[in-house]
């Protein structure tokens, strides 16, 4: 099984092994996560946010072992006594690639095209060839349905026409 095939908590068993393939996934996997998060949400400048990244990727590498399942039910201990930022910074990534996953198409594409990949409103209506307004509600629907996914609300149904 390649790195690519492995689930989350097997590539972490994986790097936590040694092996430099999973960990190369591992990185590709959360690093536009990470990045978004650094501007979309911190909105560092492009400078900052490639420090962020580096920092929050060596911290990872080196606590390994600390990563936390990444299971259903609650954690039973803290990581670092819930001080460490940058862990914390991860799994609010890994949780983000939860939702979008659990979401499905069209709204995990949507919504990892606008804040993940920077595009425009525009830029997505074009190569989608959809209206610009659609584009905009469908955004705003799948952004409320990817919220009740992270707070465990969600019915597993979704708005008219957004599934």
């Known amino acids: 099984m390649t790195a690519a095939n492995l689930t989350d908590a097997q590539l972490v068993a994986r790097c936590r092994a ?3 393939q999973a960990w190369a ?3 590709e996997r959360f690093s ?3 990045y978004a998060i650094a501007i979309q949400g911190f909105r560092l400048s492009e400078a900052d946010a490639e420090d962020v990244f580096q920092e929050v990727f060596a911290r990872t590498y080196e606590r390994l072992d600390k990563l936390r399942n990444r299971a259903r039910v609650e954690p039973t201990e803290e990581v670092d006594g819930g001080k ?3 862990l914390a910074e991860l799994d609010l990534a890994l949780t983000v690639r939860e939702a979008l996953a659990a979401v499905g198409e069209p709204c995990s594409d949507l919504l990892d095209r606008f804040f993940t990949r920077d595009e425009s409103y525009k830029t ?3 190569r989608l060839e959809i209206p610009p307004g659609t584009i905009a509600s469908r955004i ?3 952004l409320v349905k990817l919220r009740g996914q992270i707070e465990g609300r969600n019915d597993g149904g979704g708005p008219s026409g957004v599934r």
């Open 25 to 27: 996934e591992l990185v």
């Open 32 to 34: 536009r996560y990470v």
């Open 124 to 126: 997505i209506s074009e």
């Open 18 to 20: 040694g092996d430099e």
């Open 84 to 86: 460490d930022e940058t």
């Open 140 to 142: 705003s629907r799948c």
